[in-house]
Structures are given as C-alpha cells and as structure tokens.
C-alpha cells in the first residue's frame, strides 16, 4: 500500500478528525453511489426491454434476409443455394412467397400479407410457443391449414370451432387489371388451423400458409420472393457482408437491423441519451468531492505542513489529496453497483415492479458486463479529473504562498 493511499485512508475513515468534513465526506460517497445505482438499474432496464423487443421479432423474422434487386419473384437454383450455404456463419435457409392479399372470412374481410412457409417453419421459428388457440401445423390430414394472427382474427370475428373457411385473393398481374372482378383475381380457401400472438405489428398482419399453397394461389412454379437465413449468434454482419460479396448486385440483401431499423436503433438512441443523462448527473455529485477536498485541505493545513517539513514535495501531498477523491470514488462507486447489481438480480428472480396488462408479467432488466465496463470507466474518469484540479490549484497556491510547504 503507497503513503499516499494510507494516509488518504486514514483521512476518509478516521474518527479523531472533524465530524462534520466526515459527514461531508460520506455524503459525497453517497452522492456517487446514488449516480452509479441509478446508471445501473436504468442501463440494465434498456437491455432488457431491448431484449425483449428483439425476442418478439427474432422468432418470426429472419436474421438476414435475400429477395430480388429486380421484379418480386426469383428462383432458387442449385447454383445459389450452393452459394448460400458455403458462407460461414449460415445455419439455416428457406425460401418464402409473401404477397399482399385480400381474406374473406364469412362477412369479415380484410387486406392482409399471406406469407407461404416451408414446412419446417413452425418449429424452426418455435412458432408453437406463440400459439393461443388450434394446432401449430401447415398440414392437418393432408391438407393445408392456416396459421392466423391473433388480431386479424379478431377484426374476422375468426373461431375455430367454425366450419367456415378462409377465402383468400390475390390480384391476377398477367395481362393488366380486369374490369370483371371474377377475372381480376385468383382465389383459393383454406381452412384455419391455429391462431397464434407475437406481437400486435404481426398479429394484424400476417397469415402463415403451406407455400405450395401460396404458389398455387399466385400460380407460379417454384418461384420465392424472399429467402430469409438464420444465422449463428452474433454473425448477423459478417454474414451480411460475405453474401453482399458473393452475390453481387442482383440480390438486395439485409439483416433483421435492416427489416426493423426503428426497433432496434431507436432502443439504442434512448439508451445513449439517457447514459448521457446520468452521466451528466454523476458530474454534479462530484462537486461534492470537490468540496469535501477543498475542506479537508483547509482542516489538515498543519497535517500538510508537517508532511513538508518531513520531505514531501508538493507532487507527493498533491498525491496524498488525488487518492482521498479518488477512494471516495471508488467507494460510491463500489456501493452503487452492489446495489444495484443486487435490485436487478431480484427483479430477474423475484421479481419487484410487476406490469400490468403487458406481455411479460414483470419489468424486465438485462445485466451486461460491457455496461459495467463502461460505467466504472465514467466514474474513475470523472472521480480523476474532479480529484486532480482542486488538489493541483490549492496545493500550488499554498505553495506560492509559501505558508505551508518550501520549494
């Protein structure tokens, strides 16, 4: 342990000095553990509200996904699957039609995006978890079914004990638009099979479909629009830029960031602001550590002239005071993230602030290494330039003064 840091010690808990510079002192710790509780509770609340954001999203969307630069549709050769495949980081592909339509459900009807899955969509995507009413299947007796959003259900007054069945349509594009509405549109009906609830953006919009259904309906071959890729963890970009490289320019080509730019940026954009915030707010308490130096300065004038008279220069005394802020710092600092670390542990397991009518039943918070990483840097950062300025100021004025120390 230095001199510098023991005796800077001694000062911060020693029970002989002033009571009343000790109460400063331990107010400006508690200034600093406030600050530093308060960057990790709120921190850890975007992590886990961004969590759960991209949760509802990443099941049933893609993590990359490929349609054509050119026209809607494309075929999926050999020669691109194979291309595909060979990127690294790619787990998984498949091809989807997704196509506005019109459904037709008794006297119910309304537009919505019928999209057209391979079969192995249901459980890749663990669309059976997000099942409130029927069977998580594309196929029931060999014949195809549909998976309905639970808010376009609603709006079709949509029940599956009913015999009734869906009526989809389709515009016909070959050859124009047609005056005759029997010829204007393709139309096929299929029956529902589940309801499922996701989100209320995909619940009022999509229809999941068998895509031979789909390609029946739009009458195409083995045409797709889009094919959507998931990807390993954290490979979202990398694979992103390695299909742009192998692809070229006749495929567009985005990650899920991409698709859902508003959702995933503007998480980050509060969560930054509010950092600053925060930030800004652990700047003022730390004019209490500049107080609580300026008048453990004044109180240990004899301590600081006896020290001179042993041979401290004035760099070592100026050290003695950087260390004293710089403990108070690190104390508050130490208490706020215990604390804090300790609140969002129960609300994970115990679970404290409750939400009414959400989606989830408690608040959701998220504990990231790299938000402890960042707040520990602020705090020492702030701590050492709020330390450094008024032990430099006072120790040098008292030393032109020459009152306390020698040259």
Request: with cysteine.
């Amino acid at each position: 342990m230095s001199t510098a840091f023991f005796i800077a010690k001694r000062y911060l808990f020693s029970v002989k000095s002033s009571s009343a510079i000790n109460i400063i002192s331990w107010i400006s710790v508690f200034s600093i553990a406030v600050a530093t509780f308060a960057l990790v509770v709120v921190l850890s609340a975007f992590n886990g509200l961004q969590q759960v954001v991209e949760s509802m999203y990443e099941g049933f969307e893609p993590h990359i996904n490929i349609s054509p630069s050119r026209g809607k549709y494309m075929d999926v050769t050999e020669e691109l699957a194979g291309t595909i495949r060979a990127v690294p980081g790619v787990v998984q592909m498949s091809g989807v039609v997704e196509e506005l339509t019109l459904v037709k459900y008794g006297d119910e009807q309304l537009p919505c995006t019928m999209k057209g899955v391979e079969d192995g969509f249901v459980k890749t995507n663990k669309l059976d978890s997000a099942l409130v009413s029927g069977n998580a299947e594309l196929w029931l007796n060999k014949m195809p079914v549909a998976m309905v959003g639970y808010g376009m259900a609603n709006s079709l007054s949509l029940y599956l004990d009913n015999l009734d069945n869906l009526k989809l349509f389709a515009p016909r594009l070959e050859g124009g638009m047609s005056i005759d509405p029997s010829t204007a549109f393709y139309s096929k009906s299929i029956s529902p099979g589940g309801i499922f609830l996701i989100n209320p953006e995909i619940d009022n919009k999509y229809l999941i479909v068998p895509i031979s259904f789909a390609r029946e309906l739009l009458h195409l071959d083995n045409a797709v629009s889009d094919i959507e890729i998931k990807v390993a963890d954290g490979m979202e970009e990398n694979v992103k830029a390695l299909l742009i490289e192998a692809l070229g320019q006749d495929y567009l080509i985005e990650s899920r960031f991409d698709l859902n730019p508003v959702i995933y940026k503007t998480n980050k954009s509060e969560k930054l602001v509010t950092f600053f915030i925060l930030s800004f707010i652990l700047i003022i308490s730390t004019f209490n550590v500049i107080s609580t130096l300026t008048m453990i300065l004044l109180d240990k004038s004899n301590d600081i002239k006896t020290l001179g008279y042993l041979g401290f220069d004035k760099y070592s005394i100026r050290k003695i005071f950087i260390s004293e802020g710089m403990l108070i710092n690190g104390l508050g600092a130490g208490i706020g993230i215990v604390s804090g670390v300790t609140l969002c542990l129960l609300q994970q397991h115990v679970g404290l602030v409750r939400l009414e009518g959400g989606i989830i039943e408690y608040y959701p918070v998220k504990l990231l290494f790299s938000d402890f990483f960042i707040i520990i840097a602020t705090v020492f950062t702030v701590g050492l330039i709020a330390s450094y300025f008024p032990s430099r100021i006072l120790i040098k004025g008292r030393h032109q003064d020459a009152t306390l120390i020698e040259a």
